[in-house]
Structure formats: C-alpha cells, structure tokens
C-alpha cells in the first residue's frame, strides 16, 4: 500500500512541475507588447537600402526599450506583402501608400500604414546624356513594369517640361494613354523589372532610365550627384511601415515608428543619404 501511495504522489508531482513549466512558457513579451521578463521579439521586411540599414541602426536602441528587432531583407516588392499576410512578418518596411493601395486592392490585403519614415526621391539617369534637356526627339525612356510607380513616375517627367498628362486623371493614378501632349515624341518602355533598372543602366540601354532610389542606391548611384533630373523631396510618396490592420495599436510596432522617427535616426539618414533620402518630419 506505501508502495502505490508513493508512485500516486510522485505522479501528482511531475505533473504538477510540468504544469509549471507550460504557464512559463508565455511569460514573455510577444509583438503585442504584452508584460513579462522575456524581450519583445518583432520580425520586419525590409529592401536592402536604405531601409534595412536604417533598421539595423535602430536595433540598439529598440533593444534598450526591450524590443528584440530581427531584420529580414528582400530584393523584391511582392513577397514582403505576401510573408506580412502569412504571419511570419510583424511588420514591413519598403513602400509608400500608393503601391500599398494597390496592393490591397490587388490581393486583398487587409493592411494599414503604421507610420511614415523617409521620402526616396526618384531620379531619371542617362549614359548618354548630360541634362534632360538634350534628350533628342524620339528619345526612348525606360522604366519599371510596377504599376503604382507609373503615375509617380509621368509626374517627375511632366514636372521636367517633357510631356503634359490629362488634367482630369489624378497624378497618382496616371497611364502612358493619360499622356496628352509630347513635343519630343518621346518613347516609353515600361517593361522591366524594378530591381533590373540598374543593370540595364550599366549596360547603356534606353536615352534615360528611372529608377526606384533603393535600387538606385544598392546599385551605388547617387540621385544627386549620378540623374540628370530628380524628384522635389515634398514628393508624397513617403515610405512607410506596413503592418496587418489593429497591429498599429501594439505598444512594440508603436515603438518601432516612434524610434525610426526619432532625431536621432532622422540624423543618421540626413548624414548617410543626404538629400537622396529625405526623413518625414
């Protein structure tokens, strides 16, 4: 009888001592900024440059607020979206607000902008060129086959003098077929992949070429100093950091925006970039 009351007892303990260790498990912070003695640990998509840069720049100081950043980085602008939706994202950091209408009227995504962080200028660079008023008539320009792009990127050719769009199309939204007057009879390729842009730089190809500034830098061009024009740095097209929607209500990505936006990391772009990255104040 001692025997069995023995075994009943130790049965009763390791049972015990397992429940313990089950509670434990969730004592730590999760993205929710929930209390416990564990960091907060959040897991953000970012292109290369100058995104992923500014992160790992913000990751000391996020530690000290108790938030452990893991930096994932990509080299295109669909699966950021698509690894946010599956959940293996907290947050992403790499495009602006059109691209991300888009998106969600695209795919559905059900996403809101956490906070804007900095303005990319877009630039046109040419290798045969020196300003973009030698372009000679017939000129072809290239640029990307992203569809969100294509109205930013008519408004910095209008804004050059080079064509005129249709009044009654808003600026965000505008075609090549919204292109209402075109003096030069200029030629528009749009059938690159974003990423490609600078390679076919380097090899010469088109009159002039645009590329997305993150491209642009990672490539080692410089807007200012490398395009013949570029786009004014009050341009709305800010990027921003991306999160499934109630998740801008998390005390941790609330941290996040407020660090990428802090002096101190507004500095750090000022003193990196220049006016090639231009902070949101």
């Known amino acids: 009888m001692k025997k069995i009351l023995y075994v009943v007892l130790l049965s009763v303990i390791v049972l015990a001592l397992a429940a313990c260790g089950t509670k434990n498990e969730g004592d730590g912070k999760n993205a929710s900024g929930g209390n416990g003695k564990e960091e907060t640990k959040i897991v953000v998509g970012a292109s290369n440059t100058p995104h992923a840069i500014i992160l790992e720049k913000a990751q000391p100081i996020l530690k000290e607020k108790g938030i452990d950043l893991v930096i994932e980085t990509y080299q295109d602008y669909v699966l950021p979206n698509k690894d946010l939706e599956s959940g293996h994202l907290d947050a992403n950091f790499f495009q602006h607000i059109p691209y991300l209408d888009l998106q969600i009227d695209d795919h559905g995504y059900d996403f809101v902008n956490a906070g804007a962080i900095h303005i990319e200028p877009m630039a046109i660079y040419s290798t045969k060129y020196d300003s973009i008023a030698d372009l000679p008539d017939g000129a072809t320009i290239l640029f990307s086959n992203s569809v969100a792009e294509h109205g930013r990127v008519l408004s910095l050719i209008e804004a050059q003098g080079l064509i005129k769009l249709d ?9 090549i077929k919204d292109i209402v007057d075109n003096p030069k009879n200029l030629k528009f390729d749009a059938n690159y992949d974003p990423a490609y842009m600078p390679q076919l730089y380097k090899h010469n190809e088109g009159d002039a070429l645009i590329i997305n500034s993150n491209y642009a830098i ?56 220049g006016n090639s990255d231009v902070p949101v104040k």
């Open 167 to 175: 009044e009654n199309v808003e600026k965000v939204d505008a075609e």
């Open 218 to 273: 990672d490539a080692g061009l410089n807007q200012v100093d490398d395009s013949i024009a570029m786009e004014d740095t009050d341009s709305p097209y800010a990027n921003i950091i991306t999160v499934g929607k109630g998740d801008e209500k998390k005390e941790a990505i609330k941290t996040l925006v407020e660090v990428l936006t802090s002096k101190e990391i507004q500095d750090f772009i000022i003193e990196e970039w």
